[in-house]
């Protein structure tokens, strides 16, 4: 999900159907929608977060949260956007990372320098946060907020990074910070695979085999299983993504077509209950990247730039949503006052809120905090 927010502004012209030719190459501006509709997915299924009192909901109903009729796959499963942040990340890192790295031009060093610039300091920061604020409500109400395991061990493992490697799920502080815990593992991964040759979709699919043989027999229940096979997919859909821009363009509207027929016969397999919402997203995401990365192609600077914003709020609004939350939740205990947790302005007024927020994070902590990492430890 983090793993590039400016990658765009740096790839290669694609080639484009004959029909679209004529269009100027916005690479990768599909795939900043995408991220951006993963994050509205992960903070409609957090919405519930506003009827916890202490670690359950008080008078929760999933039927009764604002605009269910529209929403309502955000607010039954929206917590498979994690997932399919996941396979964009793996995406964006075949295309940016896994041919300079296999030919020795990114060191590791240079690797661990731009993601921890990346990812840590708005991690530390809303660490922080999410503390202090926890302090806060625990004084008020004499229990935490929803994530329970706030205790000093756990804060050391969110201060690494490494609040889920030991695979217990035992959320804490800002608690979903959990999937970017684990991608790191996977970042490691890919960086160790990279560096020996390991990049042909021959050994690509065999990870993604792998990690779905490994999930279907329950080897184990660490979330890296489905973080592998994710990653690993997003991989594969750049690399089908890279040999089908070289068709001919009925091939690859044929290829686009085929792909939404699938898309279309998993829904309907879905909606009748004979498919998980899992699978349903390990089809979807991989057609809906490529059909976007052909079609959202705007003229107007001006779209190209919100599309661009849009993308760049998705990192910040991911640990912003619940330290958001937290404080509110402080707030009307002490002040005394009710959220209107089932008008649609609210809901609207949180989703305005929370990426207005981010994009305003994203250019005065993230990106100079990111800068000035990368030029103390020399990565230019």
Not at 7 to 21: F, G, I, N, V
Request: with cysteine; aromatic share 16%; hydrophobic share 55%.
């Amino acid at each position: 999900m983090a793993g590039g927010s400016q990658a765009h502004a740096k790839m290669r012209a694609m080639k484009r159907p004959a029909t679209h030719a004529d269009h100027p190459a916005h690479a990768l501006l599909g795939l900043e929608l995408m991220r951006f509709a993963c994050a509205v997915s992960v903070l409609l299924w957090h919405y519930q977060h506003f009827f916890y009192q202490g670690n359950a909901p008080v008078g929760f109903e999933t039927t009764a949260q604002p605009l269910y009729a529209w929403l309502k796959p955000f607010y039954e499963a929206g917590w498979l956007g994690v997932q399919a942040f996941w396979a964009l990340s793996g995406f964006i890192f075949f295309w940016k990372y896994a041919q300079p790295v296999a030919q020795g031009r990114v060191s590791t060093r240079r690797f661990a320098v731009l993601r921890f610039s990346r990812l840590y300091p708005l991690h530390l920061l809303t660490l922080l946060i999410a503390a202090a604020l926890g302090l806060w409500y625990r004084h008020l109400h004499g229990s935490d907020y929803v994530y329970q395991y706030n205790d000093w061990g756990h804060f050391a493992l969110q201060l690494f990074m490494a609040s889920d490697w030991p695979g217990r799920s035992e959320w804490s502080f800002n608690g979903p910070i959990w999937s970017i815990s684990i991608e790191v593992l996977v970042y490691a991964l890919f960086f160790a695979l990279c560096k020996l040759g390991l990049t042909r979709w021959w050994q690509v699919l065999g990870l993604i085999g792998a990690a779905a043989v490994a999930y279907a027999l329950k080897l184990t229940a660490h979330p890296i299983v489905l973080c592998v096979f994710f990653f690993y997919l997003g991989a594969l859909t750049h690399l089908a993504h890279e040999a089908l821009i070289k068709r001919p363009p009925l091939q690859q509207y044929a290829a686009q077509a085929a792909g939404l027929l699938a898309v279309a016969a998993g829904t309907m397999l879905l909606m009748s209950g004979k498919l998980r919402a899992m699978f349903y997203v390990a089809v979807l995401t991989p057609v809906a990247l490529i059909v976007l990365l052909d079609w959202v192609q705007p003229r107007s600077a001006a779209a190209i730039r919100w599309i661009n914003r849009l993308g760049n709020t998705t990192y910040a609004s991911y640990l912003l949503h619940f330290p958001l939350q937290l404080l509110l939740a402080c707030l009307t205990t002490s002040l005394g006052f009710t959220l209107p947790l089932h008008e649609p302005a609210w809901v609207l007024a949180y989703l305005v809120c929370v990426f207005g927020l981010a994009s305003l994070v994203y250019r005065i902590i993230e990106m100079p905090a990111q800068a000035w990492l990368r030029q103390r430890l020399r990565t230019h």
